[in-house]
């Protein structure tokens, strides 16, 4: 198994610029989450899906925030306007199941917006 | 605020040396997992540890859970220089109907040859 995919492993954009990452979970999973990563705030839960259906989406930051999972093989998390405080690592995660699962993450996708 | 709390921030030791990490929690638990992060890498599952179970190992792991206290600790045994990392605690629970989970911000261990 190729493990999750994240696309692009980098970006870079200016501020004011929609942002677009993209997310396969493994084969076979049924959750998958989006993360956020910085050093002041740690790693932190934006949103989650369980059957293609978002289940909690209280740790998305603003409006600016959205996503989606149209089917259960693909993801997006868009950032429209971007800003430059949301320059992070965002990480994508899945899962095989609810709680007592283990998740799987990708590699991540280092966003800089200048 | 982060639901667990790593102890410490920052380890550094001498390779074959144990390391221990500690975790607190502030809420009732479903389940309570360890990560580990290499550097510029995404985190990978070690263990998970069920709210009615104690203690659990795996190879050179061993994990403890004390509901009781809300809090873990993760020990390595025999450390290695591979074993250099962030490691993170995550809990798993029930809030409002729905699943959370939290994760810490983490212990940096550096094992030094």
């Known amino acids: 198994d190729a493990g999750v995919i994240q696309s692009p492993r980098h970006e870079v954009t200016e501020m004011g610029q929609e942002v677009t990452l993209r997310c396969k979970p493994i084969s076979g999973h049924n959750s998958l989450f989006w993360y956020r990563q910085t050093m002041m705030r740690g790693l932190e839960l934006l949103i989650y899906?369980?059957?293609?259906?978002?289940?909690?989406d209280s740790g998305m930051p603003e409006d600016r925030f959205s996503a989606k999972m149209p089917n259960a093989s693909f993801s997006t998390l868009k950032i429209q306007p971007s800003e430059p405080r949301d320059s992070a690592v965002y990480f994508c995660?899945?899962?095989?199941?609810?709680?007592?699962?283990?998740?799987?993450f990708g590699p991540g996708t280092r966003l800089t917006v200048t | 605020s982060q639901q667990g709390e790593e102890d410490p921030q920052a380890l550094s030791i001498q390779e074959g040396e144990n390391a221990t990490m500690n975790c607190s929690y502030k809420?009732?638990?479903?389940?309570l997992q360890w990560y580990r992060q290499n550097s510029g890498r995404g985190l990978v599952h070690l263990i998970l540890i069920r709210s009615n179970e104690r203690e659990k190992h795996s190879g050179r792991l061993r994990v403890t859970l004390d509901t009781s206290k809300k809090s873990s600790s993760l020990l390595i045994t025999a450390s290695r220089a591979a074993d250099t990392a962030s490691y993170f605690c995550a809990t798993d629970s029930w809030q409002g109907g729905s699943e959370k989970l939290v994760f810490g911000k983490g212990t940096k261990l550096t094992v030094n040859p």
């Open positions: 899906f369980n059957n293609n259906v978002p289940i909690d």
């Open positions: 995660a899945s899962r095989k199941g609810t709680s007592g699962y283990e998740q799987y």
């Open positions: 809420t009732s638990i479903n389940n």
